[in-house]
């Protein structure tokens, strides 16, 4: 199963696509929190938040128990501003440096940059986003 780290924004609709592939993020999550902690910034994972639909997707897909669902606390939302500041150093250091991450180093550094647009609109219109993680 190859995993995938996406943007959820809160709301049904936010007015803008925000699909990233984010399959390189994932594979690469480890290095990229050692690489924002390094940074003094928050780790991108520390933005994840499960939600009802997300958690039912996984379980649809043979991940996780169904019993879970209806213990899962309510989905945690955070601040775009947050989200970019770690984005952003992320960013700033692979654009020097991409291959920190190895051969895939360029291509985590385009999901980034894709995060920042997404992230970006989230905050011009004053939403609030947190990650989730998809197995398929």
């Known amino acids: 199963m190859a995993a995938s780290m996406y943007i959820v924004v809160e709301g049904d609709d936010p007015g803008f ?6 399959r390189s993020m994932a594979r690469h999550e480890d290095a990229l929190e050692r690489l924002a902690l390094k940074l003094g910034v928050k780790p991108l994972i520390e933005f ?11 379980i649809e897909e043979g991940a996780g128990d169904k019993d879970l669902i209806r213990r899962l606390p309510p989905p945690q939302w955070y601040s775009p ?3 970019l500041r770690t984005v952003l150093a ?6 020097h440096e991409p291959q920190q991450l ?4 360029e291509q985590v550094l385009a999901e980034l940059m894709e995060y920042a647009v997404v992230l970006e609109k989230t905050r011009a ?8 993680v998809s197995w398929r």
Do not use: K, P, Y
Not at 17 to 22: A, L, R
Not at 102 to 105: D, H, L, N, P
């Open 17 to 22: 696509d925000i699909f990233v592939n984010g």
């Open 48 to 58: 994840f938040s499960a939600d009802e639909n997300s958690m039912s997707l996984l």
């Open 81 to 83: 501003a947050d989200g």
């Open 90 to 95: 992320l960013v700033d250091t692979l654009q």
């Open 102 to 105: 190895g051969s895939e180093g």
């Open 125 to 132: 219109r004053d939403l609030r986003w947190h990650l989730a």
